[in-house]
């Protein structure tokens, strides 16, 4: 990799971490039982098909907000939170199949945050991005790229609204199925942005998926222990 694209590089790695600060900060004030391990950007992935091609970072984080909070002064404290560091905020209403969610979009220096919140669910999601930008040059017509393309985010086993009946979206890996340690891949960068320098994932020693649903990314209501029905406040307690 060129200087160039090293120092691009670089300064995608340096925007991942400064974004997952700030979610940081919101998710530990505005969700209760946090665990933010779950909460990584991994590779870049490609942001558009423009030539040469540019990559972003992104990653999602759903926790609940305490019983005490409303989906409004969830939204209003996010808000005030942002602001204060000098991010421009919106807040809009989007319905999701039926589900109003109020949504907070804030943006500065090219990176977005959005934080939803219903009424409907005790759920608050977290998503971060930051901005796309070219890791390395065009290359010349008839020569091919050495660096190999960036991992691709697959589709989650579980979606929200695909749960099976009786069943809940787990608490570990969010319905993806995945482990949330290394993404499902098995491995986990040594040196942020070296995606060649790897060793295997100690969270699920290279077994790729999320170990407390085994890859299933939902659990079965009866077969909760006590302990893990609080991370469902909305589930009744036996």
């Not at 997952?20 to 779950?38: F, W």
């Not at 040469?52 to 305490?66: D, L």
């Not at 999601?125 to 190999?148: C, E, I, N, W």
């Not at 991992?151 to 787990?170: D, H, M």
């Amino acid at each position: 990799m060129d200087g160039t694209s090293s120092a691009a590089s670089e300064e995608l790695v340096r925007l991942g971490r400064s974004l997952r600060e700030q979610m940081v900060v919101l998710i530990a004030d505005l969700t209760v039982r946090v665990h933010l391990r779950r909460l990584t950007f991994g590779e870049p992935k490609v942001a558009d098909g423009s030539d040469p091609s540019r990559y972003h970072c992104s990653a999602m984080y759903q926790g609940n907000r305490s019983a005490s909070a409303t989906a409004a002064s969830t939204a209003s404290r996010a808000v005030s939170l942002l602001r204060a560091v000098g991010w421009e905020v919106t807040v809009s209403q989007e319905d999701d199949d039926g589900r109003l969610w109020t949504v907070v979009l804030a943006r500065r220096d090219g990176s977005t945050i959005r934080v939803l919140t219903s009424d409907d669910t005790p759920a608050v999601v977290f998503r971060g991005q930051t901005p796309a930008l070219v890791l390395r040059p065009p290359q010349p017509v008839g020569q091919s790229a050495t660096a190999p393309e960036p991992v691709q985010e697959p589709e989650p086993e579980r979606a929200p609204e695909a749960l099976t009946p009786g069943y809940v979206l787990c608490y570990e890996c969010d319905g993806a199925g995945r482990c949330p340690g290394c993404g499902g891949r098995g491995w986990v960068l040594r040196t942020p942005g070296l995606s060649e320098s790897r060793s295997r994932c100690g969270e699920c020693a290279a077994r790729k998926f999320c170990l407390i649903c085994r890859g299933a990314g939902q659990l079965a209501i009866f077969n909760l222990s006590t302990y893990q029905r609080g991370y469902y406040p909305g589930l009744e307690q036996d």
